[in-house]
């Protein structure tokens, strides 16, 4: 079953909680060809078949616990970090959390999906595609535990921001560990601070306002590997310096040690 049609069920029909009570969460009306022809012209990424099926049967919801949710991208201002552009914001909650879905992939449904704090500046990978996303909303829609699905959020926002420096891998070590990445590496300062977020973890997330103290985020293509630029030379020079580094089996030595 492909994503969009495992998604579909969720924008045909009303939700309904676990006793069968209908939700006030409400699909709305889908687009017209030409309107999705039109807004293509104004999309800041690539909008793929896939998306096009979801917008031929709704625009958005309305009325969830995280406010509207908008398929068009263009209820909300664009996503402001760049980094995570082209992308829509599907959501802004009542707590400013920013809720966006990537959109630089050539076929199916936008993702990564990412949520925004501004109270740590730190953000969260959610889930791979809107699809999954969606269904995830449901599911705690439907059980009732949004709150604290929330508050868990929330607590993985304030332990990603508390460990920002100890998780982060300083060039040297990273052009050992990441070996697959090192035409990337070498065009980065030698004090660059590197963030990869590609395994999954607890405190997996990006605690991007360390730009206030440690420069520029940039980022590997579209993987899920950041790095704070800092503020010296290209790591070029430290290709020679890789022998000489040595660090134990399994650490996750912080660039301040």
């Not at 400013?96 to 936008?110: D, M, S, T, V, Y």
């Not at 995830?136 to 959020?153: A, P, Q």
């Not at 605690?207 to 290209?234: D, I, K, N, S």
């Amino acid at each position: 079953m492909s994503p969009v049609d495992a998604v579909m069920p969720l924008l045909q029909t009303p939700w309904t909680g676990r006793h069968g009570k209908h939700l006030p969460i409400v699909t709305l009306p889908g687009i017209r060809q030409e309107a999705i022809t039109n807004l293509e012209a104004h999309w800041t990424g690539i909008l793929t078949p896939e998306m096009r099926r979801i917008l031929q049967r709704t625009c958005g919801l309305s009325r969830t616990p995280l406010g509207g949710i908008d398929f068009t991208g263009r209820w909300f201002p664009e996503e402001p970090l760049s980094i995570f552009r082209p992308s829509i914001t599907l959501a802004i909650d009542d707590h400013g959390r920013r809720w966006i879905a990537e959109l630089g992939k050539g076929r199916g449904l936008p993702g990564p999906v990412w949520c925004i704090f501004s109270r740590p500046e730190v953000a969260l990978p959610i889930d791979r595609n809107l699809g999954d996303f969606l269904q995830r909303l449901h599911t705690n829609v439907r059980r009732e535990s949004m709150s604290t699905w929330l508050t868990t959020l929330n607590i993985r926002a304030r332990k990603v921001w508390a460990s920002r420096h100890g998780r982060a891998i300083g060039v040297p070590l990273a052009f050992t560990r990441l070996k697959e990445l090192r035409g990337w590496l070498t065009e980065l300062p030698v004090n660059a601070w590197v963030y990869d977020l590609r395994a999954p973890a607890v405190t997996r997330g990006l605690p991007y306002g360390l730009m206030h103290e440690r420069g520029q985020l940039c980022r590997c293509g579209r993987l899920l590997v950041f790095a704070f630029t800092g503020f010296a030379g290209p790591a070029a020079s430290v290709v020679d310096e890789i022998p000489a580094i040595k660090t134990p089996e399994g650490s996750l030595q912080s660039p301040l040690c």
